[in-house]
């Protein structure tokens, strides 16, 4: 991981690709795991510094939200997380109360800069109005109230980013505000989308075509899909297994097959596979969603053995390309990676607490990850093909045939990629 000043000089950096992967970098290293680190709060200060700049101006795909935005935004972005973050307390674990104590003395250098922005474009002007909400929980910027709450409720309160809404809806009910309504109306929509969803999702149902062109109609929600520091009220408490139901034990890999063997159902060994690690929504091993196909041809050492296009008139979009060496397929939207499938067979080892994801019996890895995943409403879905799809880790668990043997064939997915169905090819689905 590079280090924080190395990470600033790539947030303005002339090549987009280091511009996207300096932002996800910052994720990564400086609000990781809902925390903040002594170099966090000079980061923001240095970050702010940086927003009239205007090479900020330039647009490009984040990796953590869907869409085409300015560097600006989602700068401003970054800082609304780190403000929602500096709200929470040392016994929440988001640090200690040094980095804490740091990190709530910059708000209201903070608030200044970014005050500059909240009457910018209509992207620009969310992402500052959410970060100045967020910021105003300092108690030294209470007067600031009454400036910005009519704005909040105006510009964040129906905006298409569900992150936004929850902001107003919080902020203004902190403020003493009548917020009955933004409730009402939240929860209509989430019912509203939930009928449609079933509609579309059933192949004989009356009104099938008509929910899903209305789904198509819906805008695009652009939130990250797990927002760092919500309040932990907010969340739905985790459902824990009956006291006389013990926790499952961790999955275990397959064995792998005998030296030397060569047939087509050859199971890599343990010490044969490479071992990597994942961050959800960022990035598994290696790669980071986001990514080329020339940056991971590079970061691989190796070129794809297949890869596959549609075509659609003149254009030629990539679907995805399979890695022989590495034993991951690369699958993309845009040109850019939105999902990395590990081959149950020969892909590298990916771990979630040291315990195993890749090659193993899939019922005991759905057991265990259902028993560690706090389980909210939608926090686990199924695909058509009964796959489990952990949301809150950005993680699908489907199955590999290895002869009479079936194994895990984990896929490590964008947020925008939850949807198998919809997601993935047709190669995908029929791998075996």
Known sequence: MPDTPDILGAVLAADPAHRVRAVGDLYRLLLNQERVFPATAPAALVLARLLDDPRTLAEDR??????????????????????????????????????????????????????????DDPLVREAALAATALLLADSSLASSVPRYAPAVRAVLAVSVDSYYRWIARERLAAWGEDVTGLVAAEEEHHAALDRARALADD??????????????????????????????????????????????KPPVAAPGSEAGYQGPW??????????????????????????????????????????????????HQLNYADFAESGIRALFRGGRLGCVA?????????????????????SHVEDWL????????????????????????????????????????????????????????SEEWNCS
């Open 62 to 119: 984040w990796e953590r939200r869907a869409g085409r935005r300015p560097l600006r935004a989602e700068l401003l972005n970054w800082l609304a997380s780190f403000a929602d973050i500096a709200r929470l307390g040392v016994e929440d674990g988001v640090g200690t109360a040094q980095d804490l104590t740091a990190a709530r003395a910059a708000r209201p250098m903070l608030h200044d800069r970014i005050a500059d922005f909240c009457d």
């Open 203 to 248: 192949p004989f149902g009356e009104g099938q075509e008509q929910a899903i062109r209305w789904l198509e109609a819906q805008p695009e929600d652009t939130a990250a899909p797990e927002q760092p520091g919500r309040r932990r009220e907010d969340r739905i408490a985790p459902t824990q297994a009956a006291p006389h139901e013990p926790a499952p």
């Open 266 to 315: 050859r199971i890599a060994r343990e010490e044969e596979r490479a071992e990597w690690t994942f961050t959800p929504y960022i990035g598994v091993g290696p790669l980071h969603f986001g990514m080329t196909l020339e940056e991971i041809t590079s970061a691989l050492g190796e070129q794809p053995t297949i890869s596959s296009y549609s075509h659609h008139d003149e254009d």
């Open 342 to 362: 590990v081959n149950a067979l020969t892909g590298p080892q990916v771990r979630l607490d040291t315990a195993p994801l890749t090659g193993c019996v899939p």
């Open 370 to 425: 259902v028993h560690r995943t706090t389980l909210r409403p939608g926090s686990l879905t199924y695909s058509p093909a009964a796959d489990p799809v952990f949301t809150d880790l950005g993680l699908a668990i489907r199955s590999q045939r290895a002869g009479d043997v079936v194994l895990t064939r984990p896929l490590f997915l964008r947020h925008d990629w939850l949807d198998l169905w919809h997601s993935l090819p």
